[in-house]
């Protein structure tokens, strides 16, 4: 008679669930490991909306032009939310948002602007729009330089704020209905050359991802939704206001401070 033991009837019953937390195992180390990509991932997002924003410009597009600002903004807000999040944040993703910046936030805003108010200028709107380009670009780099210090704010107008007021200022003249050569140049002839200077200057602007929002729910979600009803029905007012309000926070905070 053999003495070999048969297999209990329920034995692959028992060895489903060890399979199944095997795989989960599996796919944990997966996620441990490139989790990394995952912030990259969305930067690299917002930097293919600012190379799309470019090409919409060209084309004379304007109002989608923004809209990839505006979407390339929120990428760049939501990168470092994730890498804060997932513990992935890296010297490597510092550098790779900064370059994503210079395209989405300082090539496609100069772009948007000069095709859309700056062109009859000819030479000196040339000038405006690569002035804005090289101020944003020294702002990155002093932003990168900076990044390890801690300060409790940022120096100097973020480019993504310089770029989104651009975008704001465009959504402000198509709610208007303001369409004259004359009357686009003479907006942001002027305007081009103060974000440019605000981006390099001194001025403390706020750093959102070090408020602290804990015990003040309900005036959040309760902000959330104005700004969500205020968005649908008047877009175009509401990231203008916007914009501005981020804008002269900086000067409102340098004079009460």
Avoid at 156 to 181: E, H, M, N, Q, Y
Wanted: charged fraction near 15%; glycine fraction near 8%; hydrophobic fraction near 55%.
């Amino acid at each position: 008679m053999s003495t070999r033991s048969r297999p209990h009837p329920h034995s692959k019953l028992r060895a489903r669930p060890d399979s199944a937390r095997s795989w989960r195992k599996r796919l944990w180390i997966l996620f441990r490991r490139e989790r990394f990509v995952i912030p990259n991932l969305i930067t690299s997002l917002g930097l293919l909306l600012g190379c799309y924003s470019v090409i919409l410009s060209i084309h004379g597009r304007f109002y989608l032009s923004a809209v990839m600002i505006e979407l390339a903004a929120l990428c760049d807000g939501l990168d470092g939310l994730v890498a804060r999040v997932s513990h992935t944040a890296s010297r490597f993703g510092v550098e790779y948002d900064s370059l994503s910046d210079v395209v989405a936030f300082g090539v496609a805003p100069a772009g948007l602007v000069y095709m859309w108010g700056l062109r009859p200028l000819g030479t000196w709107g040339l000038v405006e729009a690569g002035l804005f380009v090289v101020c944003g670009a020294l702002r990155l780099a002093r932003f990168n330089v900076q990044a390890g210090l801690h300060k409790p704010h940022f120096v100097g107008l973020p480019i993504p704020g310089a770029a989104v007021c651009v975008a704001g200022l465009f959504f402000l003249c198509d709610w208007l209905g303001l369409k004259s050569p004359q009357t686009l140049y003479a907006l942001a002839g002027p305007i081009v050359p103060l974000l440019a200077g605000m981006m390099i200057s001194r001025v403390p602007y706020p750093a959102f991802k070090r408020i602290r929002l804990r015990g003040r729910r309900r005036e959040i979600i309760a902000v959330a939704l104005i700004m969500m009803f205020l968005l649908f029905l008047v877009p175009e007012l509401v990231l203008f206001a916007a914009a501005a309000a981020y804008l002269l926070s900086g000067p409102l905070r340098m004079i009460l401070i």
